[in-house]
C-alpha cells in the first residue's frame, strides 16, 4: 500500500486540498470492537502479540480496543499506554437500585475513559431506541468518559432511500441532550447495519457520501468548528483489503472494526492508516 500511494501524485495532490488538511489535523481513529468474544487467555494472547505490537504516531493517530467488561482489568494490566480502552456499554441510569448494570461514574473510577454506545446490536436486540442512547451518551459525557456513537441504517431503510434520515435522526437525538462543547469528546462511528459481520461493504463512495452528509449536517446544526473537528470514522467489515480504499476518503477518518479486530488483520489495518499519514508528510518534502 506504501508504495502505491507513494508514487501516485494525483493522489499526493489530493491530499493537500482544504479538506485532506482537516482531516489529518483531527488525528485518525482507529477503534477494535471484540464484541461478546474472547477468554482470558485468548485476550491475552491478542493484545501481546498483535494489538502491543502496532506502531503508530499516537499525535496522528488513535486506537482503541474495547473488550467485554469482565476482561477489562486483565486487558488494561497489559495494554500499551498509548492505546485507549473502551467499555461497549454502559447504564442508562446513574449508581443506584438497578441490579446487573453498569454504570458511567464506575467506569470513569476504573479508569476506562471511552464507551461505545448506540451500536446496532444494541439498538435491535436489546431495543435501545434513539432516546435512551442519546441518554447514556449524555451520562456518559457528564462523567468524564468519551463516546464512539455508532450510527447506520439497515439494509431496508437503504433500499428504500432513507439511510440519511436514519442516520441523522440518530445524530440529533444526541444533540438534543448535549451542547456545542461536548461534541469534542464524541467520535461518530457510521456502520451500516446491512454491512456489519455480512462480508458486506459500502463502497468508499457510498460511505464517502454519508460521512460528509453527517459533517455536513453537524455544521448546519451545531457549528461549523464541530463539523471540522468532529471524527467520523466507518465501520462494517472492514479487512486489510478494504481499508486503503476507505480511508483514502477526505472524511472518513478511520474504522471501527469487528471481527477483523480478532486477527492480526487489525494491526495491518492500522499500518495502513499509519501509511496513509506518512504519504501526505512525504508530500510536503
Given amino acids: 500500500y506504501q508504495r502505491r500511494v507513494h508514487g501516485d501524485t494525483r493522489f499526493l495532490m489530493a491530499a493537500k486540498t482544504a479538506k485532506w488538511a482537516e482531516k489529518i489535523s483531527r488525528r485518525l481513529f482507529i477503534g477494535g470492537n471484540w464484541k461478546c468474544n474472547g477468554t482470558t487467555k485468548s485476550s491475552t494472547v491478542l493484545i501481546n502479540d498483535t494489538v502491543n505490537k502496532i506502531a503508530f504516531n499516537n499525535k496522528k ?3 482503541l480496543i474495547s473488550p467485554v467488561y469482565i476482561h477489562l482489568l486483565g486487558v488494561k494490566q497489559i495494554l500499551s499506554k498509548k492505546i485507549h480502552l473502551a467499555a461497549q456499554n454502559l447504564s442508562p441510569f446513574p449508581n443506584g437500585p438497578f441490579t446487573g448494570e453498569i454504570t458511567a461514574e464506575q467506569l470513569k473510577d476504573f479508569g476506562i475513559d471511552w464507551v461505545l454506545l448506540g451500536h446496532s446490536e444494541r439498538r435491535s436486540y436489546f ?8 441518554s447514556k451518551v449524555k451520562l456518559a459525557l457528564e462523567n468524564g468518559v468519551k463516546v464512539v456513537l455508532c450510527i ?4 431496508a431503510e437503504r433500499e428504500a ?6 442516520c441523522l435522526s440518530q445524530v440529533a437525538a444526541v444533540n438534543k441532550k448535549i451542547n456545542e462543547k461536548s461534541w469534542s469528546n464524541i467520535v461518530i462511528a ?3 447495519v446491512w454491512a456489519i459481520g455480512t462480508g458486506k461493504e459500502a463502497t468508499p463512495a457510498q460511505a464517502q457520501e454519508v460521512h460528509d452528509s453527517l459533517r455536513d449536517w453537524l455544521g448546519k446544526n451545531v457549528s461549523e468548528k464541530v463539523a471540522k473537528k468532529t471524527r467520523i470514522i466507518y465501520g462494517g467489515s472492514v479487512t486489510e483489503k478494504s481499508a486503503a480504499g476507505l480511508i483514502e476518503q477526505p472524511d472518513i477518518d478511520g474504522f471501527l472494526i469487528g471481527g477483523a479486530a480478532l486477527k492480526p488483520a487489525f494491526k495491518t489495518i492500522c499500518d495502513i492508516c499509519s501509511c496513509l499519514l506518512y504519504t501526505y508528510d512525504a508530500g510536503d518534502e
Fill in 61 to 63: 493517530m488513535e486506537i
Fill in 161 to 166: 432511500g432513507k439511510t440519511l434520515d436514519v
Fill in 127 to 134: 431495543k435501545e431506541s434513539n432516546n435512551v442512547v442519546a
Fill in 190 to 192: 457510521y456502520e451500516p
Fill in 152 to 155: 447506520g441504517e439497515k439494509l
